[in-house]
């Protein structure tokens, strides 16, 4: 599978101290248009499908061709990428959404869950989503790149755009 390449995306929660947790996915699907429901594919060990499924609410973070460090930070289990990275949560649930190097966001609500080998696919139930006018960030062959022949286009608009970096994320606890 590491020759098809595949859109990069964080998918956020918080877990029941209320703290963010994170991971990058590749492994992201359109499932039904009605009602709007996608999937991603997490792995067993991870601590953010325990908070995602503790909490219940989930974002999806669709990265832009200049995130690759975003990514490959999120992918790194052994860092707290939340210091990072300019952020803020999406709505009441305190889901967060990324900033920056976002083009899109979704989110969305557990609708169901299904255990496959070493991972679980998660069935999101979308709820709120915007795009934006950037490329996608891409990931084939173990690297990232680009769209090939893509236009030029920044961050999604205001609801997804640059975050101030003033903007204070909430605490860590625990």
Not at 22 to 42: A, E
Not at 118 to 131: K, Q
Request: charged residues 15%; hydrophobic residues 35%; contains cysteine.
């Amino acid at each position: 599978m590491s020759s098809f390449p595949t859109g990069v995306s964080v998918v956020t929660t918080v877990d029941t101290g209320g703290r963010p947790r994170g991971m990058t996915c590749s492994s992201l699907s359109s499932v039904s248009l009605d009602p709007p429901v996608l999937s991603v594919c997490l792995s067993v060990t991870s601590g953010t499908l325990s908070s995602l499924r503790s909490h219940g609410r989930f974002g999806v973070n669709l990265l832009g061709d200049s995130a690759s460090p975003v990514a490959r930070l999120f992918a790194d289990s052994a860092q707290y990428p939340f210091d990072r990275v300019p952020w803020r949560p999406a709505d009441d649930s305190g889901v967060p959404r990324l900033g920056g190097d976002t083009i899109a966001f979704a989110a969305c609500r557990v609708a169901d869950t299904k255990l496959v080998g070493d991972h679980v696919v998660i069935f999101g139930e979308v709820l709120d989503a915007d795009c934006g006018t950037g490329n996608p960030l891409l990931y084939g062959r173990r690297q990232f790149a680009g769209w090939p022949g893509g236009t030029q286009g920044g961050p999604a608009g205001p609801p997804a755009g640059r975050l101030d970096p003033a903007v204070s994320p909430l605490p860590p606890t625990g």
